[in-house]
């Protein structure tokens, strides 16, 4: 077929800035926030080996495949999967995979702009008591507490997140992200290596070593701790959503795609690995409770740390700051397939576009700001509206558009195309990942929601 060699939206300058951008999209709350809380609650070593089964039997695959269907079609996800379903005399309906994907963009980020609002807040009050000189911000959980309980300043923070998360997709995605990514993201993990560091002289280094590497083999058999490892893997991948799918179509061909792929998988694996390291050895330290996790786990344990170390508070800054730029880089992600999409479709300008979707996008927002307080009672199978926005996502939607796009990858894809747009890789590899896109990774997560079903 004949292939587009640019995106209407604008290209990636180099590989390294399609890496950087990527790796931008993965790396961000989902590891720091996250990744803890839920290995927490899921028991630890048990969960971490199931998640890193889910990121290489499914993830790596997939963030291959929609790099490549992104850069075959080289428009907004909707319009790829159409185009190429018409190339290949397939049905369109698989441009649905398109349309779930803007749906759960829109709902993620709903809710992942109030946790980052959060980062925000909490760098903002570091900063307060460099000048007030207070030795702390007060005990951990009931500052949480305080700031979850406000609907009005976590109203302000998501605010002020999603508009400079729009600021950037209004501007043209490669802009902005480059020379943010390129400088803040090695930053973010210097700290958290030093947070590592700090976690090794509290002499509880082994039991969180221990508690997340050692698995508890009994719940190896637990459908429900398999479907809870397989949606972190989704999430923190930026997996089954086509937002990787809107990122490939900006890669220029001459760029590999297949070790760029590997290479933000590592990244983003290596960041969650050290998030946990940095977490748990100061959560035994204080006794906190590991079982319990919670959507706050990170937020009250770091500032036990940075209460007790040297410059805590100038370190909590940094680090709370540099987080913002995580999960805002991952932000922009989650934002730039719908606005793509609706600059295609009503011929909007890119500032009129986000302007109207970020508009949605917060509204919706309030439902999670208010499901911490005002509207905490109002729950539907127990959760309520910020638990179930990320459970439906992550544990369920992300799984099912991903296993959809692995099937379009490996059997909707001719073989010859999907094998010039991995020209890269040595014919071995290229047999491999096609093996693991058409049986492996739509095989694991059909078993794995059949497990949590309970038919396994
Ligand atoms: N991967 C991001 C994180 O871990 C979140 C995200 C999910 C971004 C899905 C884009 C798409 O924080």
Redesign the pocket.
């Known amino acids: 077929m004949k292939t587009d060699s640019t995106s209407l939206h604008g290209m990636w300058s180099s590989k390294i800035a399609f890496i950087l951008a990527t790796t931008g999209?993965?790396?961000?709350?989902?590891?720091i926030w996250?990744f803890p809380y839920i290995t927490a609650e899921n028991g630890g070593g048990a969960f971490v080996l199931m998640y890193l089964v889910c990121v290489m039997s499914v993830g790596l695959p997939l963030m291959l495949a929609e790099i490549i269907i992104g850069r075959r079609g080289r428009r907004s996800p909707i319009n790829t999967l159409r185009l190429l379903a018409d190339e290949m005399g397939a049905h369109r309906a698989w441009a649905l995979i398109g349309w779930s994907g803007l749906l759960v963009?829109f709902m993620?980020l709903s809710f992942?702009s109030v946790i980052a609002g959060w980062t925000l807040s909490y760098a903002f009050e570091y900063f307060v008591t460099l000048f007030s000189g207070a030795s702390t911000l007060g005990d951990p959980g009931s500052v949480f507490s305080d700031l979850t309980s406000d609907p009005w300043r976590l109203t302000f923070w998501h605010t002020l997140f999603l508009a400079l998360t729009a600021g950037v997709v209004a501007l043209g995605v490669e802009q902005g992200l480059e020379r943010g990514v390129k400088i803040l993201m090695p930053l973010l993990f210097a700290l958290l290596l030093v947070l590592v560091g700090y976690g090794m002289t509290t002499g509880h280094f082994g039991e969180a070593v221990e508690f997340l590497f050692k698995p508890d083999w009994r719940r190896v058999a637990d459908g429900r701790v398999w479907l809870n490892a397989m949606g972190q893997a989704f999430?923190?991948?930026?997996l089954g959503?086509a937002?990787i799918m809107a990122y490939g179509a900006y890669l220029p061909r001459t760029i590999p795609a297949g070790s760029t792929a590997f290479t933000v998988g590592l990244a983003d694996t290596g960041v969650a690995l050290v998030a946990g390291l940095a977490i748990f050895p100061i959560a035994f330290t204080y006794s906190l409770d590991t079982g319990a996790g919670g959507v706050g786990f990170t937020f009250t344990t770091l500032p036990h740390a940075f209460d007790a170390m040297a410059f805590g508070h100038l370190y909590a800054v940094a680090f709370f700051l540099l987080l913002s730029v995580a999960?805002w880089t991952?932000g922009i992600?989650?934002l730039e397939p719908p606005v793509a999409y609706l600059v295609e479709r009503a011929g909007l300008s890119r500032p009129k576009a986000v302007l109207l979707l970020a508009a949605g996008v917060w509204v919706l927002g309030l439902g999670t700001v208010l499901s911490f307080n005002v509207w905490a009672h109002i729950k539907l199978w127990n959760l309520n509206i910020q638990e179930l926005l990320e459970y439906a996502s992550s544990n369920l939607l992300l799984p099912l558009g991903g296993m959809a796009t692995a099937i379009f990858a490996g059997w909707i894809l001719s073989r010859a195309d999907s094998r010039e747009e991995l020209s890269d890789l040595p014919p071995w590899a290229y047999g491999l990942w096609r093996v693991m896109v058409r049986w492996v990774a739509p095989g694991v997560v059909f078993l794995v929601l059949l497990g949590v079903t309970g038919v396994l």
């Open positions: 999209s993965a790396v961000g709350l989902g590891n996250r963009g993620v992942y999430f923190s991948l930026s959503m937002a999960a991952s992600s989650l």
